[in-house]
């Protein structure tokens, strides 16, 4: 999964991911600011990530997840259970 600076805002790409069941998904921040996701439930936390650094790879439950940046509030995404 990328952060990504698209002209100017930052975004989550792709979002909504889809997901097979149990995959492990890493971030890498492809934007020029710091990021650090956490999932809504609490469930992880990538701690914070620079300019093109990457997260430990995280578990996803089959059920999916929604997460948001913790700097950047406005940042959401979700991750979807699929194939």
Not at 22 to 49: C, E, M, P, Q, Y
């Amino acid at each position: 999964m990328a952060i990504v600076g698209e002209r100017g805002n930052q975004s989550f790409n792709p979002n909504p991911a889809p997901m097979p069941a149990d995959h492990k998904l890493t971030w890498t921040n492809n934007d020029s600011t710091i990021h650090r996701i956490v999932a809504d439930d609490g469930s992880f936390d990538t701690g914070n990530l620079s300019q093109a650094q990457s997260s430990a790879a995280i578990t996803l439950p089959a059920s999916g997840k929604s997460y948001h940046c913790s700097i950047h509030p406005s940042m959401v995404g979700v991750v979807s259970a699929g194939n």
